[in-house]
């Protein structure tokens, strides 16, 4: 079970993304969120030079610079990676799926902080990234691409198993994360689902370079 501790940081480090995000979405938008060479502010509205619009490279400098600055931990510098440059993929939601590892299963749930069954799980995980996803596996296995089989099956992926009963997360190499039955965590395993009890493997973003 995940530690008091844990959760507040995993909270904490939720509150700075969304912040970030705005940030990031004015960055994108040619607006300086902070000084620029002429020393203007963005509270002044200056846009940056040459055309108006912040250069990629620009924007990959700013998501380093506040990933260090929120403690530059994995998950989260995927996540503002993935902001910055306008793409999420499924790498970087494997990267946030995995800061839930220990939070306990709960029927129902869908706060990290109480508890979280396999649908509240997923759509924690997306919604952490900007991305709406319905809260039963009826609806989410309807909801992006589908994929063939399992062994093309990518980072991010969703897999549905027993007529839509259970949803995990593809974390890539043979293993997957879920929120597995009452009384136990959420947890990284080998990903169990066969192509005999798969109904569905669905795609909702990029895979990613994985």
Excluded at 29 to 49: D, H
Excluded at 56 to 80: C, E, K, R, W, Y
Excluded at 95 to 115: F, L, M
Aim: proline share 5%.
């Amino acid at each position: 079970m995940a530690s008091e501790g844990h959760l507040v940081s995993m909270t904490e480090a939720i509150g700075r993304i969304q912040s970030i995000q705005s940030m990031l979405q004015q960055l994108s938008q040619g607006v300086l969120p902070q000084a620029s060479s002429a020393g203007t502010t963005a509270s002044t509205g200056t846009r940056a030079p040459s055309g108006g619009a912040a250069s990629s490279t620009d924007s990959a400098s700013f998501a380093q610079a506040l990933s260090s600055a929120v403690g530059g931990s994995g998950a989260l510098s995927g996540v503002i990676t993935g902001m910055a440059t306008g793409a999420m993929t499924g790498d970087a939601v494997a990267a946030d799926a995995k800061k839930y590892v220990g939070v306990p299963y709960v029927w129902g749930g869908t706060n990290p902080a109480v508890g979280m069954d396999c649908s509240g799980f997923v759509q924690r995980v997306f919604k952490d990234l900007g991305v709406d996803l319905p809260r039963v596996v009826s609806d989410q296995m309807r909801q992006g691409t589908p994929v063939a089989s399992l062994a093309q099956a990518k980072p991010g992926d969703l897999l549905v198993s027993f007529g839509g009963e259970h949803i995990s997360i593809y974390l890539g190499n043979g293993k997957a994360i879920d929120a597995p039955v009452p009384g136990q965590t959420i947890q990284i395993r080998d990903a169990w689902e066969q192509q005999s009890n798969l109904t569905a493997i669905r795609r909702i973003v990029p895979a990613g370079g994985s």
